[in-house]
């Protein structure tokens, strides 16, 4: 077939001309259509539209408990691996202790530590603390935030996009690693010769708790009265 058999009849010369219109008309809509559009229109911009949402946080607490007795002057090494896709709240050491078998005050053992973040993704303080057995908040706690302000608790924010409260509650991927301490015992004994019988050891619950939790947002939806 020519060329010119293309263009030999009015129909034809109809086809190609339309042809030719699209072809110029399709290039120039989408290089200018998207920057007439206002960003409200294609979803106010990198950060979303701004409104109201309830935030919420549904948790999963991860744990890991141990018991050890010690002697006087005796340590342990205790150790907590965190390896999680959920956001991590926080993380906490609680060193609980009951010293029940002495004959009266002045005599009560205690409970030392000292922590080892060395090995956690982060930068996270090291922790020193004591505290006497002394039965109910007794021991010590160790507590380190790796989402910053989180408490758990649900609120409503306004004016902010869907986009920037997940920015705000992600963990940025640290907290993960192992986390250790070492505990320290001091057992203190009546002054007597059946003082150490009395109150050789003592018994410490250790428990590890690492926050996790998933982020739930859901709009608030405004009805007219």
């Not at 086809?15 to 259509?33: C, D, K, N, Q, R």
């Not at 998207?34 to 979803?43: A, C, F, Q, T």
């Not at 380190?144 to 649900?154: E, F, L, P, R, S």
């Not at 869907?162 to 993960?176: A, F, K, N, Q, V």
Request: a negative charge; charged letters at 20%; proline letters at 5%.
């Amino acid at each position: 077939m020519d060329f010119e058999d293309l263009f030999n009849t009015p129909r034809k010369m109809r086809i190609a001309g339309i042809s030719l219109v699209f072809m110029l008309a399709f290039p120039l809509y989408f290089h200018f259509v998207p920057s007439l559009l206002d960003e409200d229109m294609i979803g106010g911009g990198s950060s979303g539209q701004s409104g109201n949402w309830e935030v919420g946080f549904a948790e999963t607490p991860i744990i890991l408990q141990e018991t050890q007795v010690l002697g006087d002057g005796d340590t342990h090494d205790t150790f907590f691996d965190v390896m999680t896709e959920l956001n991590l709240g926080y993380v906490e050491l609680n060193v609980d202790c009951n010293d029940n078998d002495d004959p009266g005050p002045g005599f009560t053992d205690r409970a030392e530590g000292t922590s080892d973040v060395s090995q956690v993704e982060g930068e996270f303080a090291e922790e020193s603390a004591d505290g006497p057995c002394s039965g109910g908040d007794s021991g010590f706690t160790f507590r380190w935030d790796i989402t910053q302000n989180y408490t758990g608790a649900n609120y409503t924010a306004t004016g902010m996009s869907e986009s920037e409260l997940r920015d705000m509650w992600m963990d940025g991927g640290t907290g993960r690693g192992t986390w250790a301490a070492t505990i320290t015992a001091e057992i203190n004994s009546p002054p007597s010769p059946l003082g150490s019988i009395i109150d050789s050891d003592e018994e410490y619950d250790i428990t590890w708790t690492a926050m996790a939790y998933e982020l739930i947002l859901q709009p608030v939806v405004e009805v007219e009265a």
